[in-house]
């Protein structure tokens, strides 16, 4: 008879084609079986009856902040917020922390932070500036998941954007290391001018910024990219688009035979423009909010599966920072890494149809495969890391400020009923959230890319 670390019973298991109601099994932070009644003795066992089980969900793309400003967040509240929204791996951004992570040794830095705080599993991206081309070889070699690029103002003096040339041998420099660069793509001449316009004119307000960031200037930098892209043979990421059209460039890019992937956000898929001029600050993001019927064309693109991916581009800052008579001068980042999922099942499965199976490909196993950390990540599969989240669909609550885990409790989601609970979430079969209370102890571990050494 086999003999198991953990068993999960009775729970309605997310797969990639399909839900199931089976057992699940987990052994020495791997999961060893999935079948109905499941036979075996085991140290633990969970009643899942009438729970979902997911993979446990993978955020690309948030802002930890750590070293340097851990002020505005840091990896132990991040990931105690990633944990209790059933997030079970995240990638942190180079250019939040100081300093940003631009060579080894700055990589070496935030992965000790990481390591020392994070409940949760956790790739890191290298930065890809003027100037530090030369640097990117050790970075790979350290276990970046890939390279992130800014084509217009970071709003962080020691990140600068890339210009054209930086970014065509940069992407270059990534085809001959195997790694992703990914993009932030807006045409810094056109956001910049429009904006110092506006404020010359004396137009500071919520409307006067969106004017200053149209979706021209994200069309114009996919384009651009994906032409640098195409030239060089870079695999590239286009990060947070906003827009259908934009969608439906890198799928006409990707048709074309192009490795090129993008994402988007929670913020586009649940609030609009309007939104931004209701909430104000706490809203404020870039590129910025759009209407609803751009919000549409996002919808319909994930339905068709030109759009694969949802990453929430957590970027929190002091309230001090937020608060300021001219928008243009607040930051721009919107909080709200711990309720992605919850996001998914509400707008999408909820208000839409969107299938379970869909919310975990976009979410994990998507993920996972683009940034090559399939198999042991991203499924509920024989072999895989037992990252697992629980979640009751049952219930529903009404998100408040005192249930918020990351540093400043913010966000433009308060207020909003969100469909399922998150009951628990498993990280290698470590229990790291349950109960409404993340776990006490680090558990994180520092991912690579399968294609490198361990």
Known sequence: MSKYDLIIRRGILVTPHDTVQADLAISDGHIVALEPELSGTCKEEIDARELLVFPGIIDAHVHFN?????????????????????????????????????????????????????????????????????????????????????????????????????????????????????????????????????????????????????????????????????????????????????????AEARARGLDVSCETCPHYLTLTEDDM?????????????????????????????????????????????????????????????????QLLLTEGYERRNLPLTLIASLAAGYVARRFDLAPAKGSLAIGADADIVLVDLRQRHTLQKQALFYRHQRSPYLGRSLRGAIVSTLVRGITVFQDGQPAANPQGKLLKPSSLPA
């Open 66 to 250: 750590e070293p340097g400003r851990t002020h505005w967040e840091g990896f132990q509240s991040g990931t105690r917020a990633l944990a209790a929204g059933g997030t079970t791996s995240f990638f942190d951004m180079p250019l939040n922390s100081s300093p940003p992570v631009l060579d080894a040794k700055s990589f070496e830095l935030k992965r000790k932070a990481a390591q020392a705080s994070s409940l949760v599993d956790f790739g890191l991206w290298g930065g890809l500036v003027p100037g530090n081309l030369a640097k990117m070889a050790e970075l790979a070699e350290r276990g970046v998941i890939g390279f992130k690029a800014f084509m217009s103002n970071s709003g962080i003096d020691d990140f600068a954007a890339a210009d054209d040339l930086t970014l065509y041998e940069g992407m270059a420099q990534a085809a001959r290391l195997g790694r992703i660069v990914a993009v932030h793509a807006e045409s810094e001449q056109l956001t910049s001018a429009l904006a110092r316009r506006a404020q010359t004119q004396g137009r500071t307000g919520i409307r006067d910024y969106l004017n200053s960031r149209p979706i021209l200037a994200e069309l114009e930098a996919i384009q651009r990219a994906v032409l640098f892209a195409g030239e060089t043979g870079c695999a590239l990421h286009i990060v947070h688009v906003s827009s259908g059209r934009g969608v439906s460039l890198v």
């Open 277 to 341: 001029e209701t909430l104000g600050a706490v809203a404020k993001c870039a590129p910025p909010l759009r209407s609803a019927q751009e919000q549409g064309a996002l919808w319909q693109h994930i339905f068709d599966g030109s759009l694969p991916m949802v990453a929430t581009d957590h970027s929190p800052a002091p309230a001090e920072m937020k608060t300021d008579s001219n928008f243009f001068r607040v930051w721009g980042g919107i909080s709200g890494c711990q309720s992605l999922l």
